[in-house]
């Protein structure tokens, strides 16, 4: 067993891995600590305190780069990277913009925050809408739209822990309950108004015969009629800064 475990260490020198690194991407141990450090349980991120360890930061993020998914990968564990790869990205977007009101300062009159191709995985560069529509919602799970941040407060709130395929299920469901049921709705049986969410992605919500109303339903602490009367928050971009 040492001889196999040497002649692995020997081909990942070889080829430029990390063994050590491919066991532990799919713990996220790294971004789980930073969570715990520097989000409080309303989603709030410290970003000033965390700028001042940036490093840390980019130790996940090139922990991410250097173990992109593949083949061999469950679908849980593509889905968990993607959602901690895109909180993450937008993390390290703000900090290096920091001071500043809202994500939607960053770019210019060209270009915004979301369509800026700034993220590597696996040695390329992708935007975070890249990363959100163009990966993770073609996997069609809505829950993952209440489980990525956008650093703003009236996005779904960033969790006070990482995503693992081990309980990605369970983390998913928690996350769209404690959205549907936050202050970013106001539900009753006969009249909702709703995040902007579910008007700019109501298709996602909607498949497999599901009205928005449905979906809600599903999670929702309130019984709401399939006729409600519905209209849409405001919706603030803000960073959701402590």
Partial sequence: MRIFRQIILVSSLILGTNPLQAQD???????NQLLETYVDADGNVNYKALKQNEKRLDAYLSLLNENPPDKSWTQAQKKAYLIN??????VKLIIDNYPLESIRDIGGFFSNPFSTEFAKIGRKAYSLDDIEKGMLLKMGDPRVHFAVNCASESCPKLADEAYVASKLDEQLNAAARSFVNSNKNKLSRTDVELSKIFKW?????????????????????????ENASVSYLSYSWKLNEM
């Fill in 85 to 90: 790869a895109y909180n993450a990205y937008t």
């Fill in 25 to 31: 991407i799919h713990q996220h141990q790294q971004w």
């Fill in 201 to 225: 992605y109501a298709s996602d919500f909607e498949t497999d015969g599901n009205s928005v109303i449905k979906f809600i339903n599903s999670y929702s602490d309130e019984n709401i009629s």
